[in-house]
């Protein structure tokens, strides 16, 4: 498939092994944050979101972590598998006037996880 | 079924040659969004609508337009290609009424290849 993971960070790691993926976001304003998976050649894949006003949410097997004070994102993946192998993406937003959490999408660089049978 | 279709899934042209990139949702979302994707830089928002005829700005809008006449089409429109508009290219949709966004309710499209000569 098309690369596009390029010089990107990369994340390598043995199956059954938790798995930590980071991001950085840069703008205050941000309030609503979310985490795709890309596989190879197919589109961006909805992980888990979570809204400024929470620390930590948790879904089946992930769990991503909000610190606001140091603009910090983090998805962890529990007993990960070969089939978690992607690209990794986290991505910022801000409320719009209306009060929904979809405005304008900026995206972090992404993260390559591989995972080793 | 329910998808986000994109046409064509590649393209070849040359510089200057308009050219129109379809994307159609059958989910009667009301935000769709279009991101282009280059190696090492992850994905950038072009343009990206709240409902039809609201239009917005994404990080990157320069060189493309969009409308939003009917709830399901959004075509991206390069009035006048130029070869920094080679790229993967992604349509999204996602429901943003009725409560608070979850994972049943995102979809991306399966990418389009273009190249500009």
């Avoid at chain 1, 980071?22 to 890309?38: E, H, L, P, T, V």
């Avoid at chain 2, 290609?81 to 399966?110: E, K, R, V």
Wanted: proline share 6%; with cysteine.
């Amino acid at each position: 498939g098309e690369s596009v993971g390029l010089h990107l960070p990369t994340l390598s790691v043995q199956e059954g092994d938790n798995s930590i993926i980071n991001c950085a976001y840069s703008n205050s304003a941000s309030d609503y944050f979310i985490w795709y998976k890309q596989e190879s050649g197919k589109g961006p894949q909805f992980i888990i979101d979570i809204r400024s006003n929470m620390d930590k949410r948790q879904g089946q097997r992930v769990t991503v972590l909000l610190n606001k004070t140091v603009k910090h994102l983090s998805l962890q993946i529990a007993a990960t598998q070969p089939g978690d192998s992607a690209v990794y993406f986290c991505a910022e937003s801000s409320s719009n006037a209306g009060g929904t959490s979809y405005g304008k999408l900026t995206f972090g660089q992404g993260t390559i996880l591989t995972v080793h049978p | 079924e329910a998808q986000v279709t994109q046409n064509p899934r590649y393209l070849i042209t040359v510089t200057g040659k308009k050219l129109t990139v379809t994307c159609s949702q059958n989910m009667n979302h009301e935000y769709m969004s279009w991101y282009r994707q280059d190696p090492g830089l992850g994905l950038r928002q072009i343009y990206y609508s709240m409902n039809v005829e609201v239009t917005d700005k994404g990080d990157v809008p320069e060189g493309y337009k969009v409308s939003r006449k009917e709830k399901r089409n959004f075509p991206l429109i390069l009035e006048s290609p130029s070869p920094n508009q080679t790229s993967l290219y992604f349509c999204a949709s996602i429901m943003t009424s009725g409560g608070p966004p979850s994972t049943d309710t995102q979809y991306f499209g399966p990418g389009t290849r273009l190249t500009v000569l």
